[in-house]
């Protein structure tokens, strides 16, 4: 018996660091990264690492003290046998793991920019390809499942696993990126239903509720939905929590910001994992901030995560202000 099973993507990340470039802005006065046209630009650093939703995440649930298994789709050669051991380096069952012979493995590159923040190119491969027929379901003995954003083919098996979920007494977190909240949330309803956390920042959590709205009302709303608990991250200004009837605000620590590549990750896991061990929003969020603050000090979206008795002991000797709200 799992505690937790991940589903989402597994890509092998490229991170590359260049000065050489402009920052412009386009017709809507949305910053842009330029690069000039036929030069050939040198790589200041270069560092490749895996990646994805469905990896990163159960890496940080593993670490974090809990039985954990990845289901995803790759390819079957080099770059899969990659994501593949360094997940079982971290202790993460790798049984469930569809190998395509025809896909490719997820690729992304990670392009460093201005303030900390970081553009991506992102080959999704077989991780669109995910398909439900695929995947042994006798093995998928788990309590919980986190589902993170899985597109075309992938969604219609992520829906499925929610129906199996619901009719299996399995628990359901999501964690939504912008190409689902796009969708919206009549796209979005049959999984919505069913799930009993869901995570989102509020750029995503403003697309779902098809309006930009303050991140109290946006919790509210999206809480009609179905989700028992909704989590919002809104960047430097902090993290909130609704469980239908309280709003909980976690305040951000001041700290130095190298790269944001699997903040995100980093907090969803580790909320969950804190409503598992404690069910405590206050908790959760403490460390979920905790974990994401640890990951933003450093390149790469995995290595620094913490370990379950490294986190206790931040949150200890540096104290949060968790604030519940009527």
């Not at 969803?268 to 901030?289: H, V």
Request: proline share 1%; with cysteine.
């Amino acid at each position: 018996m799992y505690d937790i099973i991940t589903v989402g993507s597994a890509t092998v990340d490229a991170l590359v660091r260049t000065e050489f470039y402009e920052m412009i802005h386009d017709k809507k006065k949305k910053e842009c990264i330029a690069y000039p046209v036929g030069a050939k630009i040198l790589m200041k650093e270069l560092l490749l690492t895996t990646g994805g939703g469905g990896t990163n995440t159960a890496v940080a649930l593993s670490r974090l003290g809990h039985k954990a298994a990845f289901l995803g789709k790759v390819g079957s050669k080099y770059n899969s046998s990659r994501v593949i051991k360094e997940l079982k380096d971290e202790k993460v069952d790798t049984s469930l793991i569809i190998r395509s012979k025809t896909g490719r493995t997820g690729y992304s590159i990670v392009l460093d920019s201005k303030k900390h923040d970081r553009t991506i190119l992102a080959f999704k491969g077989s991780n669109n390809d995910l398909r439900f027929n695929e995947i042994k379901l006798k093995k998928l003995k788990t309590k919980w499942f986190y589902f993170s954003t899985m597109m075309g083919q992938s969604f219609r098996t992520l829906e499925k696993l929610a129906d199996y979920a619901s009719k299996n007494n399995i628990k359901i977190a999501f964690n939504i990126s912008s190409y689902l909240a796009k969708k919206g949330k009549i796209f979005l309803g049959n999984i919505l239903k069913k799930i009993d956390i869901l995570i989102l920042n509020k750029e995503e959590a403003s697309l779902l509720s098809g309006k930009k709205d303050k991140v109290v009302n946006l919790l509210k709303k999206i809480s009609k939905l179905g989700p028992q608990i909704v989590a919002i991250t809104d960047g430097k200004k902090g993290a909130y929590a609704y469980d239908g009837k309280y709003i909980y605000y976690g305040k951000p620590h001041n700290v130095k910001i190298v790269e944001t590549t699997g903040a995100g990750d980093a907090f969803a896991s580790s909320f969950l994992s804190g409503i598992i061990k404690k069910n405590d929003i206050k908790f959760a969020i403490d460390l979920g901030m905790t974990n994401a603050e640890s990951v933003i000090q450093h390149h790469g979206a995995k290595e620094i995560l913490l370990k379950y008795n490294a986190a206790a002991k931040a949150m200890k000797n540096k104290q949060r202000k968790i604030i519940k709200l009527p």
